[in-house]
């Protein structure tokens, strides 16, 4: 997409009360074909991906009342462990170590041991209701493609601490690849100006699996 048709676009929309149609395939481990989410010192743990590269992929934007963008959305995947805590109970989680390994590829790999080691801490946002959670995001991008690399299994050797007792224990996700499709709508103008030229994978926290 050129950058004039994009801001000339962005300018008759400005004008409109309209929204945007997002209409997506993703190349992903979808949440619902991966493992469940594991038990550490009463915490559930689970893991996170989030497609970053397009495969194939357009945007498109016009002035019509209600616009429309196609992608097919791939990896490699920004990733994060999220937990679920119980409330005056559970501190914070950290990750030690990290392993990779592909089924078809039969990559096998150790994440970097320096970029890990920090707390992420169990919060309530204010004015939500609902039980603590913690998100520890992975420095760097998961360089894996489902279709070429197939189920992935992920090991994670974390600790939890709560207010009288803390587990360290090594975990493991087997992410099965699948294919989903996410419609979406964003309202204009304000959206649109702000995310011109980003990839849709990257408006606001959109798209984690």
Known sequence: MHGSRLATSAALLIS????????AKKNTYAADASS???????????????PEGTSGGSYALSAMVVSTAV?????????????????????????HRIRTRTAITKRDEWYP??????RAEFTVKKGE???????????????VMPKQDGALDIFVDLT??????R?????????EPSQ????????????????IGKSPSEWKESGWD
């Open 113 to 118: 041991v320096n970029y890990l080691g920090k």
């Open 180 to 195: 989903t499709r996410a419609d979406e709508f964003i309202f204009v103008p304000a959206e649109i100006v702000e995310n």
């Open 36 to 50: 469940p989410a594991v038990k550490v010192n009463g915490a559930s743990i689970r893991m996170q991906v989030k």
């Open 129 to 143: 209701l609902g039980p603590p959670r913690a998100v520890y995001p992975i420095p760097g991008l998961l360089k």
């Open 167 to 175: 587990e360290r224990k090594m975990v493991r996700f087997r992410m």
């Open 71 to 95: 992608a097919t959305f791939d990896g490699p995947f920004s990733w994060r462990v999220e937990a679920v805590g119980k409330p005056r109970n559970h501190e914070y989680f950290t990750v």
């Open 16 to 23: 409109s009360s309209s929204c945007i149609s997002l209409v």
């Open 160 to 165: 939890v601490v709560g207010n009288s007792h």
